[in-house]
């Protein structure tokens, strides 16, 4: 199966500084990578995902990178901001529709 | 703005008790997913259909938990009996086999004592 790796679990920031969290995966056929953001009790959304023959993608504060040779993504925010703080998890697409998901970063926006 | 829906938001039961939820995926959806979330295993998948068809429940512990969908608008888990070691959020999510992106539900809340 697809194995995904995220880092950091944790990362607190300064309103209006930047968030990066980065992401591993193992296999080289998966296609597609969402990220999707959980708030305290609520469902995880999906807020940006990039497919395989794209570089990078950027929507409004939020961009992703994707580095196919290395096998690795990673999510940026720009100008963070409290609304922000939430629970990110990447997640790589294998096997024809499954997802398998990283562990998650808590971010947390510091006011 | 169609949503995937979930009954119970919270179930709360005794171990060795029978605990069913329900899934209603958007209209028109041809997959769905049973997702686990705890705090040390995060989200794990149980099982996925497509066009009704259980296509994977290499996730789910086969001797307690079943995953059916007895018509396009309704998948249901079971487990039978429950395990505190069960207590998480389940989460059901649907989508299109061409549009990638699943839709996740508000997740039922279980706690098995």
């Known amino acids: 199966g697809e194995n995904v790796e995220q880092h950091p679990s944790t990362l607190s920031v300064q309103e209006g500084d930047s968030a990066v969290i980065k992401c591993t995966y193992s296999d080289s056929a998966s296609n597609y990578f969402p990220w999707y953001k959980q708030e305290l009790g609520k469902r995880p959304q999906l807020i940006i995902d990039?497919?395989?023959?794209?570089g990078e993608k950027k929507d409004q504060r939020i961009a992703v990178t994707l580095n196919k040779t290395a096998k690795h993504f990673s999510l940026h925010i720009t100008e963070t901001q409290p609304e922000d703080s939430a629970v990110y998890f990447c997640a790589a697409r294998w096997d024809d529709y499954k997802l398998s998901f990283g562990a998650g970063t808590t971010v947390t926006v510091r006011a | 703005d169609a949503r995937v829906t979930q009954t119970p938001r919270h179930k709360v039961t005794e171990m060795g008790q029978e605990v069913t939820m329900r899934c209603q995926p958007i209209?028109?959806?041809?997959?769905v997913f049973w997702y686990r979330q705890t705090m040390m295993q995060g989200l794990e998948l149980l099982a996925y259909f497509r066009n009704r068809a259980p296509l994977d429940d290499s996730g789910m512990p086969k001797d307690r938990f079943s995953a059916e969908m007895p018509d396009a608008t309704l998948a249901t888990l079971k487990i039978q009996p429950s395990e505190p070691r069960d207590s998480a959020v389940y989460f059901c999510?649907?989508?299109?086999?061409?549009?990638?992106?699943?839709?996740f539900g508000p997740g039922t809340r279980l706690t098995v004592t």
């Open positions: 999510a649907s989508g299109l086999v061409d549009l990638r992106e699943q839709y």
């Open positions: 209209l028109g959806h041809n997959t």
């Open positions: 990039i497919r395989s023959n794209v």
